[in-house]
Antibody, heavy 127, light 107 residues
């Protein structure tokens, strides 16, 4: 069965750095795009970043662009999020999520949505 | 960016009730809309994609409809395990954006 296990969260001071990991199993990791999504305490979900299955394409939310870097190691079945210049507003539970594609007959293209999520890891930015 | 607006933000319902949640996109997204369920302290769970297609393993009491800018999630007969927060998300374009969530509480 698909498993996504995040790790690397913790308490960090403003301006500091942290690297999150997401260990994947139960599917062919190298064939799927992956995302990071976060949720501030008591708030809704915010998409953070995406990386294509082969790492060739990456997208970021404006709120993290230039500070966060998404990457992956397909040989280790692991997704990463390097977070630099952390701010108090980055405090959140960070989830990794797996993409899955389906054929859209209306457009003749493949569309992708989230099918599985990890359990999340808490990042607290505080002095 | 495409803004997603859910309504209501919360609702109270009884076991057995039929519940409908609405999600509106700020511009047309065809049917590229997903719904997720999140219980307190847990990760979100995928329910529906392509506006109306059930994710594998999701019971048929959940249904979705809509296209363009207006979408709905319906739970046909609310059960105790359905009390949770529900989010819509568009995957038409980046950044992928979520609605603010609808918390379904016990009346």
């Amino acid at each position: 069965q698909v498993q996504l296990v995040e790790s690397g969260g913790g308490v960090v001071q403003p301006g500091g750095s942290l690297r999150l990991s997401c260990a994947a199993s139960g599917f062919t990791f190298s064939s799927y795009g992956m995302h990071w999504v976060r949720q501030a305490p008591g708030k809704g979900l915010e998409w953070v970043a995406f990386i294509r299955y082969d790492g060739s394409n990456k997208y970021y939310a404006d709120s993290v662009k230039g500070r966060f870097t998404i990457s992956r190691d397909n040989s280790k079945n692991t997704l990463y999020l390097q977070m630099n210049s952390l701010r108090a507003e980055d405090t959140a539970v960070y989830y990794c999520a797996k993409d899955v594609g389906y054929y859209d007959i209306l457009t003749g293209s493949t569309k992708y949505y989230f099918d599985y999520w990890g359990q999340g890891t808490l990042v607290t930015v505080s002095s | 960016d495409i803004q997603m607006t859910q309504s209501p933000s919360s609702l109270s319902a009884s076991v057995g009730d039929r519940v409908t949640i609405t999600c509106r996109a700020s511009q047309g997204i065809s049917n590229y809309l997903a719904w997720f369920q999140q219980k307190p302290g847990k990760a979100p769970k995928s329910l529906i994609y392509a506006a109306s297609s059930l994710q594998s393993g999701v019971p048929s009491k959940f249904s979705g409809s809509g296209s363009g800018t207006d979408f709905t999630l319906t739970i046909s007969s609310l059960q105790p395990e359905d009390f949770a927060t529900y989010y819509c998300q568009q995957y038409n374009s980046y950044p992928r954006t979520f609605g603010g969530g609808t918390k379904v509480e016990i009346k």
